[in-house]
């Protein structure tokens, strides 16, 4: 099933950064070794917008700065209720398979290394949620945004099933 995303324009966006992973690559040459990096970022304002990216250079910086310039160009919307998501969400990329839950407030994010990376970019302050099968961080970040992308706003919900808003949250 292929996701559609809410994509964001990142033009005038205050995006936080973080690296989620640094991987060196090693390529024995007749001269020597010949060292090269990764980098899987993720960026977000804090407000329901986040992206994610890969950089690759010769130099650590120089992977992050592609990294961040590739997640600048693929920046999503969440649907964010009062700190946390409208509804539960599971997705699969690769192997990895991610399951995230809405939670009460003052829960906090209970979430695991690169999957708490996207989540509080997004702005999530309050989300239960689970990484199961690969623990690949590029694998868990890319099924994190696609159960991002896969969230609905209540109000687009109610519009689709022509009930009242009430109705979408009490049944």
Known sequence: MKTQFNRVKGGDLELHEKVVAINRVVKTTKGGRAFSFSALVVVGNGNGVVGHGLG???????????????????LIKVPVMRGTIPHEQFAKDGAAKVLIKPAAHGTGVIAGGSMRAVLESAGITDVLSKSLGSANPHNVVKATFTALGMLREPVQVAKQRNVSLKKVFNG
């Open 56 to 74: 690759k250079a010769k130099e650590v910086q120089e992977a992050i700065t592609k990294g961040i310039d590739d997640a600048k160009k693929n």
